[in-house]
């Protein structure tokens, strides 16, 4: 494959990433109802009279989600490129994060997967509704760690990147970190089912999850730039080439 096509296959995994910032904002966040997301605290039946009141866009958005969770899958690939780029002959790093982005996707997907079920059949047990519910909050919270190795995965190449400019300044390398740490008080939503530290909870849920889009955002914006100026530095010598032409003629 030349190079000019690798990289137009490069820049569309990196616009993955804003494809998938919309995506699971509109079907798992909004349509899926998970903003507020339901309470563990939930009786069973209130839980199911939720599901039943929004049954329809409970379905649609976590089936949507279910298939436009893989846009991750490129935009991890893509972010493992550039990593190994720059550690070289043995890029582990560049590996744990390609790993991580994966199991990432599992995670949530598996999550999406039992919410989709439970609205299978809204008219069963309501205990088995709060069951199914159950396992997918805890599977999404207490399996975080994938992630969180992916972010510091990114954060130590970044921080050894002595590129003239490099794929993620200092500031963001710094600030993964941090967001990857974030995820660490939903430990504690196998334990808890009210307070901050539930699934439904400030600590557990909307810091760490803003903190992972948030990252998430930043770092497709400098993936981009990265893909782009690595187009116009493929480009200017053909450039330089037809002016020489050019001028020759």
């Not at 998938?20 to 349509?31: A, K, M």
Request: glycine share 6%; aromatic share 14%.
């Amino acid at each position: 494959m030349d190079e000019k096509t690798s990289l137009r296959y490069q820049l569309i995994s990196a616009w993955c990433g804003p494809a998938f910032l919309i995506t699971f904002i509109v079907f798992w966040v909004i349509l899926g109802h998970n903003f507020p997301n339901p309470s563990p605290a939930l009786s069973a039946a209130d839980l199911t009279a939720r599901y039943a009141d929004n049954l329809g866009e409970i379905r649609l958005g976590f089936i949507v989600s279910l298939i436009t969770v893989v846009l991750y899958l490129p935009w991890t690939a893509v972010l493992s490129a550039q990593m190994a780029r720059i550690e070289g002959k043995f890029p582990i790093l560049a590996f744990l994060q390609l790993l991580g982005g994966g199991l990432t996707v599992m995670v949530v997907s598996f999550s999406a997967f039992f919410w989709v079920a439970a609205a299978f059949r809204p008219e069963r047990d309501p205990a088995l509704i709060q069951l199914l519910s159950d396992l997918g909050w805890l599977c999404i919270d207490l399996q975080y760690a994938c992630t969180t190795l992916q972010m510091f995965a990114a954060a130590f190449v970044g921080l050894a990147d002595k590129s003239r400019i490099p794929l993620f300044p200092r500031w963001v390398c710094y600030l993964t970190i941090w967001c990857g740490l974030s995820f660490l008080p939903a430990s504690l939503t196998g334990v808890l089912k009210t307070g901050p530290f539930a699934w439904s909870g400030l600590l557990s849920y909307y810091i760490p999850y803003f903190c992972w889009l948030c990252w998430y955002t930043i770092a497709s914006v400098y993936m981009i730039k990265e893909v782009n100026r690595r187009m116009d530095d493929a480009a200017a010598p053909a450039t330089s080439r037809h002016l020489s032409q050019a001028m020759g003629a």
